[in-house]
């Protein structure tokens, strides 16, 4: 019943800046929180970045803390990832997430995922 389309990912240097997108649509009520997470080859997906739509309250994974901005626009119902400083260990499929119930860095605790944007940092 929601539905999330991630956009922006790509290939970028080390050191450069990447900005993704997630549009929601459907029935985004309850959708108390939105994150990202992020999964590379091989590895569990992991905790990025996330906030509480209303509020507006942000919360980053420490490997990510000073670099990535995590923002929305309310009226477009669209979540933004804004990352800096990227480094080649960034290099992963980033999903946007939406949850009813809480912020949290547990995938498990979010109902919808969008397909994921491949972003991918060469050294």
């Known amino acids: 019943q929601v539905q999330l389309v991630e956009s922006g990912g790509g290939l970028v240097q080390a050191g450069g800046s990447l900005r993704l997108s997630c549009a929601a649509s459907?029935?985004?009520?309850?959708?108390?929180?939105m994150g990202w997470f992020r999964q590379a080859p091989g590895k569990e997906r992991e905790f990025v970045a996330a906030l509480t739509w209303r509020g507006g309250r942000t919360y980053y994974a420490d490997s990510v803390k000073g670099r990535f901005t995590i923002s929305r626009d309310n009226a477009k119902n669209t979540m933004y990832l804004q990352m800096n400083i990227l480094k080649p260990e960034d290099t992963a499929v980033y999903y946007c997430?939406?949850?009813?119930?809480?912020?949290?860095?547990?995938?498990?605790?979010?109902?919808?995922w969008g397909q994921g944007t491949p972003v991918t940092v060469s050294s």
């Open positions: 997430a939406a949850g009813s119930r809480r912020v949290g860095v547990n995938p498990h605790e979010y109902d919808y």
């Open positions: 459907g029935r985004t009520d309850n959708s108390y929180a």
